[in-house]
């Protein structure tokens, strides 16, 4: 079992940054890959970036150039550094984390229970 825990969501203004953070525990040695995803209203819920074990990346286009994902030494951690907010990202932020690589969309694993970010003036 894995349990997540997200934080860093919140109100932020048009142009600004905000850097999400997700803290995995438990069986941490079983996870190989991580990644944010998020879900806004009306819509399905998408990938926005995710990083292997071995410090693979995978960005959706939306993300590219804005948004960083990294993890710490131990793993057990995935960073989402989010730059040049838009309001067109106001979602849900979900991390992921599985046993195997998900370039584009996590084939199962554990999810977090999602941090909220809205971005408006």
């Known amino acids: 079992q894995v349990q997540l825990v997200e934080s860093g969501g919140g109100l932020v203004e048009p142009g600004e940054s905000r850097t999400l953070s997700c803290v995995a525990s438990?069986?941490?040695?079983?996870?190989?890959?991580m990644g944010w995803y998020r879900q806004a209203p009306g819509k399905q819920r998408e990938l926005v970036a995710a990083?292997?074990?071995?410090?693979?990346?995978n960005y959706a286009d939306t993300a590219k150039g804005r948004f960083t994902i990294s993890t710490n030494s131990a793993k057990n951690t995935v960073l989402l550094q989010m730059n040049d907010l838009k309001p067109e990202d106001t979602a849900l932020y979900y991390c992921?984390?599985?046993?195997?690589?998900?370039?584009?969309?996590?084939?199962?694993?554990?999810w977090g229970q999602g941090t909220q970010v809205t971005v408006a003036s």
């Open positions: 992921n984390v599985d046993s195997s690589w998900d370039p584009t969309w996590p084939t199962g694993g554990y």
């Open positions: 438990g069986k941490i040695s079983s996870i190989y890959h």
């Open positions: 990083i292997s074990r071995a410090g693979i990346t």
